[in-house]
């Protein structure tokens, strides 16, 4: 008998086979929108899967929610390195869609076979950037994800989230689907809970505007609203007291309060803190429910909810305390708590008033803290601001996986499972959940190095090679051949982060200056691997380094948290003028512009403002450019129709191209949502001016400077661009890679007419 999954796996197949016959370019929009559907129907899905063309011509996110979480072990290696990149395949066409999926690739060790497409504006040529854990992208909200919990609905794994952008939204974990938003609170939301309220399954959410909103988690409709607090309310969290179910909230107004389920009503106000209550975890001693609260004013303290009473302050933390959890190890009850100070504290919960464990090892601050079980043993999770997640064993605090690939701070993580396999959820500001197979290792064997967040990258020729030097995090500037990202050698002597580097030619050999957070400059001979000069006066972080001629004197341009520029000789390593830049803050970027005949250095402020000075003293007074609103971060020069300008990126989100004759701006770029990082230019006579940016929202983007035309590349963590002929060179938080723009060698003008400006 014809059942109908037999007809399901019949119309796949049939589809499938007209479309590779017809060649996929080719394939029909139902082919492309329904050909996974009837496929998943028909039991053959992972078959399907397993065809490269078919994961670039069908519509992303239709199959990205039939391929589901991707933890379905008969998925081929194709279709879970397509989940790992879903979200940055909508809005694209096949040709970028490719291109993503082969940089996803290239990232991973895994040849896909696609060849370079004719239709696409950009293509990967390598890739050193750190591989990831397996992990699905769950994208929707539209601002920073603040808080994950997950939970069951008529056993359906679900998780609740909680973002910046006001809204609650419920996910089928299987599937990756929205299943909800919730809207209603005024201001963003800081804390989801989900489990039964007044046995209904609900989920609670707290939010800035002051409030405690419960939802029915089968519908969607909002049940109550929990007023009382006068600040914002930052954390919300169920459970009973003396057999009651209750509600427990801490909020901004340093108060934690306890609600009766049943009524609504405020059974009690716990007050003594001196500053907003940050966290709440539930826990027991003996038969008492305790609370153990974290508060930005540094301390952890531990509550008798039953009489309201302060058992314990605990004051170990040097800085805000942001996160608490509460478990078991050995038999005891134990909690974790996390903050500003970058430590993980373990206490013992009964009595303990000294730690008995303390983990280090955070870059920033510890966000969010969970605490499971993970194959058997008893695990903590971490969130922080360094972007990782940490999973760490709670027997001795050993790290047992960190996960990569938030591209921003992780705010909120839980612990759970899906359908058997132990999962790891977080939320970021970088406005992404992403759900972590935790079964197994998949970064082994890949990756020999050390995480690499890469903070600024340049290129220079040597000969008939192309250099690539970076900087970054880890201390080091590294040389690497540009044809294929191998690397060449390490340049060890900056103590900590190296925020900026630029590369040239002196004298026949090729040279890079670079600048770091222990305040100095250094000059490298990059042929022979030598330090030429240590040039000192800052007082402060380095934040960028350009590198300038005037009357054949090769110069140094420096800028940083000390309010200077300053210019450097550096055939002598000595320094020559100290420009202040005015305002008194941060100088964030700098560059070398203007006229051969009167170069300027053109430099980003913290007032918003763009200043240029020219290089010859006695040339008169700096430019001040004013038009940004915000931070100004990034700087680039160039020559568009004859004329010098200046681009700019700010944290305002807006590109600005400035006349640097006339100190007038010419034209405002529009596109980018979030702070722009990165800017570089190139100058070629097929294009003239062609602009890359690079953004905290998750895109690279190719403008043409005279009509605002553009194209976005969803590249994620970019921090830093290097433009020579049509490669780009892109330093991101996970490393660096090199990209080839419009390969099919039509010129820049033809694409940005061909394609109306991407958002």
Request: net charge negative.
């Given at each position: ?83 790992r990149c879903a979200h940055r395949l909508r809005g694209q066409r096949p040709g970028e869609r490719a ?225 608490v959890a509460v478990g078991r190890l050995d038999g005891r009850a134990v909690f974790a708590s996390g ?421």
């Open positions: 008998m014809t059942t109908k999954a037999d007809l399901e796996r019949a119309i796949a197949r049939c589809l499938h086979g007209l479309a590779a016959a017809d060649g996929w370019e080719h394939a029909n929009a139902y082919t492309a929108h329904y050909l996974a559907l009837h496929a998943r129907a028909g039991g053959v899905l992972a078959e399907l899967a397993g065809d490269v063309n078919f994961l670039v011509a069908a519509e992303p996110e239709v199959l990205a929610n039939t391929l589901g979480a991707g933890l379905d072990p008969t998925l081929p290696d194709s279709a879970r390195l397509f989940l291109a993503v999926l082969v940089l996803a690739a290239l990232e991973h060790g895994v040849s896909l076979g696609l060849p370079e497409r004719p239709d696409a504006c950009w293509w990967p040529l390598w890739s050193r950037v750190e591989p990831t854990a397996y992990h699905r992208v769950l994208s929707g909200h539209t601002a920073a994800v603040y808080a994950v919990a997950l939970g069951d609905l008529d056993g359906r794994p679900v998780a609740a989230t909680g973002s910046g952008d006001c809204t609650v939204r419920i996910w089928d974990l299987r599937d990756g689907l929205a299943l909800r938003v919730l809207e209603g609170h005024t201001r963003g939301v800081n804390s989801v809970a989900l489990g039964l309220f007044d046995d209904t399954p609900s989920v609670l959410s707290a939010g800035g505007d002051g409030t405690v909103r419960v939802w029915n988690l089968r519908t969607g409709a909002q049940t109550h609203v929990l007023e009382g607090h006068t600040h914002g309310v930052r954390t919300v969290v169920l459970g009973y007291v003396a057999g009651r179910p209750v509600v427990v909230t801490g909020s901004d107004d340093g108060t934690i309060r306890v609600w009766d389920q049943h009524t609504c009503g405020m059974v009690r106000v716990l007050e003594g803190h001196t500053h907003g209550v940050r966290c709440v975890a539930l826990g027991h001693v003996g038969d008492i429910t305790v609370a153990v609260v974290g508060s930005h004013d540094g301390a952890v303290r531990i509550w008798d909810l039953h009489h309201g009473t302060l058992l314990r302050t605990l004051r170990r933390h040097t800085g805000p305390v942001r996160s903050g500003g100070d970058t430590r993980v504290l373990l206490w013992d919960l009964s009595e303990g008033t000294t730690p008995l464990r303390v983990v280090d090892g955070y870059t920033y601050g510890v966000n969010s803290i969970g605490i499971g079980a993970n194959g058997g043993n008893l695990v903590m999770l971490t969130g922080s601001y360094d972007t990782t997640v940490q999973l760490l064993s709670m027997s001795d605090g050993t790290p047992l996986r960190v996960l990569e690939g938030h591209s921003a701070g992780v705010r909120s993580v839980s612990l759970g499972t899906l359908d058997g396999i132990p999962v790891a959820v977080s939320g970021s500001y970088d406005s992404t959940v992403r759900v972590w197979d935790l079964s197994e290792d998949e970064t082994s064997g890949h990756w020999s190095g050390q995480p690499e967040w890469k903070r600024s990258v340049a290129t220079v020729h040597d000969g008939d090679r192309c250099l690539v030097v970076t900087g970054g995090n880890d201390r080091r500037v590294q040389v690497c051949d540009a044809r294929d990202g191998r690397l060449l050698r390490e340049l060890n002597g900056h103590t900590d982060w190296v925020r900026s580097v630029a590369a040239g030619e002196m004298d026949g050999t090729p040279v890079a200056l670079t600048g770091g957070d222990d305040s100095t400059v250094r000059m490298w001979d990059l042929r022979h691997g030598l330090s030429l000069h240590v040039l000192e006066g800052h007082t402060d972080w380095v934040r960028s380094v350009a590198l300038a001629r005037l009357d054949d004197v090769p110069l140094g341009l420096t800028a940083g948290n000390d309010g200077t520029v300053r210019i450097w000789d550096l055939s002598r390593g000595e320094a020559v003028r100290v420009l202040d830049a005015g305002p008194g803050g941060p100088v964030y970027a700098v560059a070398a512009g203007g006229r051969p005949d009167a170069p300027l250095a053109v430099a980003g402020c913290d007032d918003g403002t763009v200043r240029a000075w020219p290089l010859r003293d006695g040339d008169g007074p700096p430019l001040v450019l004013r038009g940004h609103s915000d931070w100004v971060r990034s700087v680039a020069c160039g020559v568009m129709d004859g004329t010098p300008v200046a681009v700019t990126g700010g944290d305002d989100g807006t590109v600005r191209v400035w006349d640097l004759r006339r100190g007038a701006s010419v034209r405002v770029l529009e596109g980018h949502g979030d702070s722009v990082y990165a800017v570089a230019v190139g100058d070629g006579a097929e294009r003239g001016l062609l602009v890359v940016t690079g953004s905290q929202d998750g895109t690279v983007r190719l403008w043409d400077p005279r009509t605002g035309s553009h194209i976005v590349m969803p590249l994620t963590g970019c921090t830093g661009l290097a433009l020579h002929g049509r490669t780009l060179t892109v330093a991101t938080h996970r490393g660096v890679l090199a990209l080839t723009l419009f390969p099919s060698a039509r010129p820049a003008s033809e694409e940005f007419t061909a394609r109306p400006p991407q958002s």
